[in-house]
């Protein structure tokens, strides 16, 4: 499978443990986003990479929350000290950035479901 | 600042239907405008896309969209409904790939 990749696909955990999720995007892919959907709700905006630049992190998001993405290519979304308002669907995205040209279209992965208890 | 809005939040047809979902942006730069689908229990899918040329875009599955430029618009159309298009639909604005809330189809048969 050459789409994007998340890892877990769940995550159940107890409030104020930290959690990590992992993304790997399409392999040529040198955009990456990641958005947190809520039941009935369109993808959150958290933030997105540049190959390994992160270039916005939303102004919604605190501190607890944070990503990385070291080498360009796979990227991690860390959540410490959860809480249960952080039960959400964390979804990652993909898309191709060339300079002078069009983006590619961004590609989902199927999402990693966290539950806080 | 990018925002999406999206007007209808809940749309029910029968099928044959026609459909028109609402899409409002803002956006200062170069406008690239996505329309989103997510089926049931299913990731995001694209359903088609604006980048420039000609305002009117088709995309899968008998979808097509309108870019207006004058009203800040991007609106999705389909002439006739079927059932397997109930999903839930988002309309998006890139630079950094803004989402609207959505909008809920259900086609009854």
């Known amino acids: 499978d050459t789409g994007v990749s998340q890892d877990p696909r769940h995550k159940i955990t107890k409030r104020g443990q930290n959690v990590t999720f992992r993304c790997d995007p399409i392999s040529e892919h040198n955009r990456l986003y990641w958005y947190r959907q809520t039941l009935g709700q369109g993808p959150e905006f958290l933030t997105y990479?540049?190959?390994?630049?992160?270039?916005?992190k939303s102004r919604l998001l605190s501190d607890r929350f944070s990503a990385e993405r070291p080498k360009g290519s796979f990227s991690t979304l860390e959540i410490q000290r959860t809480e249960q308002g952080d039960s959400a669907m964390y979804l990652c995205?993909?898309?191709?950035?060339?300079?002078?040209?069009?983006?590619?279209?961004?590609?989902f992965g199927q999402g990693t479901r966290l539950t806080v208890v | 600042a990018q925002s999406v809005s999206q007007h209808n939040h809940h749309v029910i047809l029968s099928e044959a239907a026609s459909l028109e979902l609402g899409c409002n942006y803002s956006?200062?730069?170069?406008?690239?405008l996505f329309w989103y689908v997510q089926y049931p229990g299913q990731h995001l899918q694209l359903l088609l896309k604006?980048?420039?040329?000609?305002?009117l875009v088709k995309g899968i599955k008998g979808f097509e969209a309108e870019f207006i430029k004058s009203k800040f618009s991007f609106n999705l159309r389909k002439p006739s409904v079927q059932w397997s298009d109930t999903a839930e639909y988002f309309c998006?604005?890139?630079?950094?790939?803004?989402f609207g809330t959505g909008t809920r189809l259900q086609v009854f048969p």
């Open positions: 998006a604005v890139a630079d950094k790939l803004i």
């Open positions: 995205a993909s898309s191709l950035r060339v300079l002078g040209r069009r983006d590619t279209e961004a590609f």
């Open positions: 604006y980048f420039s040329g000609d305002p």
């Open positions: 956006y200062g730069g170069t406008v690239n």
């Open positions: 990479f540049q190959n390994e630049a992160q270039l916005e």
